[in-house]
């Protein structure tokens, strides 16, 4: 497969927020407009479970199906019309490393598309990926307002 082959991969890093949401609303209307696709991590912070390995493996489950709930609520119709193919990734440890890994894992990845609150603080990935090492990232970020509508979205996609 050469380069041109490759699909553009919009990555949304997803969590329970309201802008997380519209963030990967966003994602899956570029993807299908610029015959991409959408791939969606989502970062399960570690647990003190130590003694426990069992309860933290079924924590790490949990939370996978949850962030999976999420996905298909939030735009599995967008996802079905559209034909865009999407992707859920778990991953386990502190968020912005773990971004920072995934993205450097991947030559596809166009863009990493964060939702940024509406109001007061915009979240420590939005504060991390546009400060000071925004410059080091091997693809653009796409920074979404958490209060934009449905028709704005889709205008702006």
């Known amino acids: 497969m050469g380069a041109k082959d490759i699909l553009r991969t919009y990555l949304v890093v997803i969590d329970d927020s309201p802008e997380a949401r519209v ?35 079924a924590f790490e489950e949990e939370q996978r199906l949850r962030i999976e709930g999420i996905v298909s609520s939030s735009v599995g119709e967008i996802l079905d019309e559209s034909g865009v193919e999407a992707s859920v990734v778990v991953r386990q440890g502190e968020p912005v490393k773990a971004v920072w890994e995934h993205i450097g894992e991947r030559a596809d990845v166009a863009a990493l598309v964060l939702g940024a609150a509406p109001a007061g603080d915009p979240g420590p990935l939005v504060g991390h990926f546009t400060g000071n090492d925004a410059g080091k990232l091997p693809c653009p970020v796409m920074l979404i307002p958490g209060g934009l509508n449905d028709e704005r979205l889709e205008q702006l996609s």
Do not use: I
């Open 23 to 57: 963030a990967l609303r966003f994602a899956a209307r570029r993807a299908a407009k610029t015959e991409g696709r959408v791939e969606v991590l989502a970062v399960v912070e570690p647990q003190d479970f130590l003694q426990w390995g069992g309860v933290e493996k």
